[in-house]
């Protein structure tokens, strides 16, 4: 009967070590649950870091062709003028207006 009342005893302490074992490890595994978002939300905004920066990239390298575009608008336009100019000015040496 001894035995019997040793092993209800060893039986009661293993279920308050299992407990004690239970209570410590929940606030762990909260913290790994809220590390694990965390981590999840820091990849996300990687993800998104990367995406704007790629569009970014894109914008900048359309922004540089059109200031290619522009400039070589502008010399065009500078050229027609000059050419305007000379025609203007050939009209009225022949209209005799000089």
Request: proline residues 1%.
């Amino acid at each position: 009967m001894h035995d019997s009342a040793d092993m209800k005893t060893a039986a009661d302490r293993l279920q308050n070590a299992l407990r004690s074992l239970e209570g410590a490890l929940n606030p762990l595994l909260d913290r790994v649950s809220v590390l694990e978002a965390s981590a999840k939300e820091a990849a996300t905004l990687s993800e998104d870091r990367a995406e704007l920066a790629t569009k970014l990239d894109e914008a900048k390298a359309r922004s540089e062709e059109f200031e290619l575009r522009e400039k070589e608008f502008n010399l065009l336009a500078d050229e027609t003028t000059v050419e305007l100019d000379r025609v203007i000015r050939q009209v009225r040496a022949a209209l005799g207006e000089d």
